[in-house]
């Protein structure tokens, strides 16, 4: 999960907040101070993050050590002591409010995803992000949708075609884009169109989309255009999902529901640091 690419992020996140250093902490904390305290759940939630905590530490100081109390993944109640940290005073007290905007955030994505996951159980249909994701923040919020349960739709521009109504409109048409990137695409790679009516389905079937999006229908509508499609392709709901039903979407018998939501308003779960006295 931590890539060089996030590395360098974390470094930056660090020195944003210490700048040219801590003047509240290293001017009442003595240098040889240490400390021992625990990340405590103060709600329910999934857990997220935790390997992302252990490296923010180690970025600014070897000494310190953080020792998971729980699994990546495992719902927590209310006081469960998630991870004890211990070591430097100094480094800990620098590095809390990066690990712990980046442990609440993973974890509210994280426990978002497991409530709709859940909401759809039994279905068939699957649960999926989006790309609409915190800039630099991508790589991290897509795990943690997947530490929730859900599934991962492309991670950018450069590894999957989805074709949307922009794309058609400047396109010429649906049969016209799909057409056009056929022919310029390797065989390997799937593409998907942005549908509205059923007209626009049916054209996508003809043009061969491997995935059809369903955009903004009510139930009934996509509930026809599942029917029409008949497997030919593969299927997914999308459009303000996150306010939706979506065990109504999920039984109109969609294989995919796509929720930007999970990432783009998501809650962080509360979470704090405790020292021991």
């Given at each position: ?33 240490q400390s021992k305290g625990h990340f405590i759940a103060k709600e329910p939630g999934v857990i997220c993050g935790l390997p992302v905590v252990v490296r923010v530490f180690a970025l600014l100081d ?216």
């Open positions: 999960m931590l890539n060089i690419q996030l590395e360098d992020f974390l470094r930056r996140a660090l020195a944003e907040d210490i700048g040219t250093g801590d003047i509240t902490t290293i001017n009442c904390v003595p240098r040889d101070a070897s000494a310190v050590c953080v020792t998971p109390l729980v699994a990546e993944g495992d719902r927590v109640e209310i006081g469960t002591a998630i991870a004890e940290v211990s070591g430097p005073a100094q480094a800990v007290l620098q590095g809390e409010r990066v690990a712990l905007n980046l442990l609440q955030r993973l974890s509210g994505i994280a426990t978002r995803t497991a409530e709709a996951v859940a909401e759809v159980r039994g279905t068939g249909t699957k649960i999926c992000d989006t790309r609409k994701t915190t800039p630099g923040l991508r790589a991290l919020e897509k795990y943690a949708v997947k530490t929730g349960g859900g599934s991962n739709h492309r991670f950018g521009l450069f590894d999957g075609v989805l074709i949307k109504d922009n794309h058609i409109v400047a396109a010429g048409g649906i049969t016209a884009a799909v057409e056009a990137v056929w022919g310029n695409v390797p065989h390997t790679v799937k593409i998907e169109v942005e549908t509205t009516t059923l007209a626009e389905v049916e054209e996508a079937l003809q043009a061969g989309a491997d995935i059809i999006m369903l955009d903004n229908m009510d139930t009934a509508l996509m509930a026809e255009a599942v029917r029409l499609i008949g497997g030919r392709a593969i299927t997914e709901a999308s459009g303000n999902m996150g306010d939706r039903s979506l065990r109504d979407v999920a039984k109109t018998g969609v294989n995919f529901i796509s929720i930007g939501a999970l990432t783009h308003t998501v809650r962080p779960t509360d979470i704090s640091l405790r020292f021991s006295e």
